[in-house]
């Protein structure tokens, strides 16, 4: 399940124990800190611990974005469509694990079960919608005041984006603002809450399935 020892934890019932990660996501690989230090992940209701993540900092964060700037020009090359299948598979893969996921971000953040359901599906649906819009990144031609001039707009990717995400709704605010960004061709570096970790690593563990290349989203955890 994960790295602490079995007397200490508090083991969640999932269907695919792959989606409880102990290790944070940098550059397409699971990975420790530098220090080796870990925080624990509880339960809010009654203190049991969960599991615990790796405690990372500055070095780790620094490699993380390195590796999603390394990682920008092939994703930003791949066409709408492409980038669009990658999403798709995402969503499909977020629905078919919608119950472990709704188990595991209750047992770490406290929300009834069937609230935190409703925020994976929920949260599905920005994936699902950003994955048709993915190939409709559409430029524009704006009128002029006179016939000597064309304005054009081009859209493009602005680049490595950094998204911290809170601790009440984690996955909704997640997909929220990783759908967009990556339709439109960005990476990115993620810092989940120190609170609720575990079901941001899990989204990860959704989206290296689906196949996603290595370096385009990388999940750093640590405690602020």
């Given at each position: ?54 405690n990372m900092g500055a070095a780790e964060a620094r ?81 002029t005041l006179s016939n000597d001039r064309r304005l ?73």
């Amino acid at each position: 399940m994960n790295a602490i020892t079995k007397d200490r934890a508090t083991v969640i019932p999932l269907k695919d124990p792959q989606l409880f990660r102990d290790r944070a996501y940098v550059n397409g690989a699971w990975v420790e800190a530098d220090s080796k230090g870990r925080f624990d992940v509880d339960n809010p209701a009654d203190g049991a611990i969960l599991g615990s993540v790796p405690n990372m900092g500055a070095a780790e964060a620094r490699r993380a974005i390195e590796a999603a700037n390394a990682a920008l020009p092939a994703w930003r090359a791949l066409t709408g469509k492409e980038r669009s299948n990658i999403l798709r598979k995402w969503f499909n893969l977020i629905v078919a694990n919608a119950d472990d996921l709704a188990t595991l971000l209750t047992a770490e953040q406290g929300k009834p079960i069937a609230e935190a359901r409703g925020e994976i599906i929920y949260g599905a649906s920005f994936v699902e919608w950003f994955a048709e819009e993915a190939k409709r990144v559409y430029g524009d031609v704006i009128p002029t005041l006179s016939n000597d001039r064309r304005l054009i707009v081009i859209k493009q990717p602005i680049g490595v984006v950094g998204a911290i995400t809170p601790w009440n709704s984690p996955l909704l605010l997640l997909t929220f603002k990783l759908a967009p960004l990556l339709a439109a061709g960005n990476t990115c570096v993620v810092k989940p809450s120190e609170h609720s970790p575990a079901s941001t690593v899990a989204l990860a563990q959704v989206l290296f399935e689906a196949g996603l290349p290595a370096g385009v989203l990388n999940v750093v955890t640590g405690w602020d």
